[in-house]
């Protein structure tokens, strides 16, 4: 996120005015919701027919305790991704071909194995990496020699009993790959399709916040491009169908403004959607 489009200046002021006010059924949900799909007319998703509740376990009414849940949440890697890129070494990109990104022996030698093109080295490797992949699903692998996309940090994510929503900061520069192991996978790519994993069934999705309206545009011009690339291992009818739920844009100032908060929420320079 930009300097002045981060957690501490834009997502946590606005996004606990909108927390406070906790109505049951949360109509600024709705209206969130409606804000960002109208920046994809006849892609982004419809509104759910029910947003749900906040669940007190995520959205706790107490601000100091909203990191880690609400703010900066972290979400694991999605698991089909992690299966392809262990089914598919050739594709990735080792940087560091003597201790492959490794500091400990174990993850040196196994990554080694992995990349060595030695068919039946990579077999072993590959075989280990699913044993272990599958025994430690919950946790997906954090720091383990097969997990070659880290854990993300999402912005803001707040989780009804019908609803996972991201909201995310848009990259003036562009998304950041996900991981550098597949650099043509991006970031805001990566977190829809953790957002998928997350809602477990429930209506899911992806905002981007933005400061002004040209951001938001460029920002989808570069997602659009970028969808594809992040997911070799998707067939074109599962990316089409995540595509609908990347809804599109909002500027925090419209946030403000349609959704009945105090102008205090953001700053004074910040100038308002055209």
Known sequence: MGDRNDSLTRVQPIFDALLDQRSGGDVWLSELWGMAASTRPGVALS???????????????NRTDRLGTVYERVVPPPTAFLRWLLENPQRMQ???????????????????????GDTHLVTEAQEEARR????????????????????????????TNRCVLFVEGSHPEGPPPSTLWFPDRTQLWRNVEAAKELASGRAFAVILAVEREPDGKTALTSAASSRDDSYPHLDAKQRTELDRHLLGFVTWSQIVARCGLPPECLSDDLVPME
């Open 132 to 159: 272990q992949l599958g025994k430690r699903l919950a946790q997906r692998g954090r720091n383990k020699w097969w997990a070659f996309e880290g854990f993300a940090r999402v912005d803001c994510c707040v989780v």
């Open 47 to 61: 509104k759910p027919a029910d947003f749900g509740e906040l669940l007190d376990v995520e959205t706790t009414t």
């Open 94 to 116: 080792v940087r560091d071909p003597v201790n492959f990104g490794g500091k400990s022996d174990r993850t040196q030698r196994w990554r080694r194995k992995l990349f060595s």
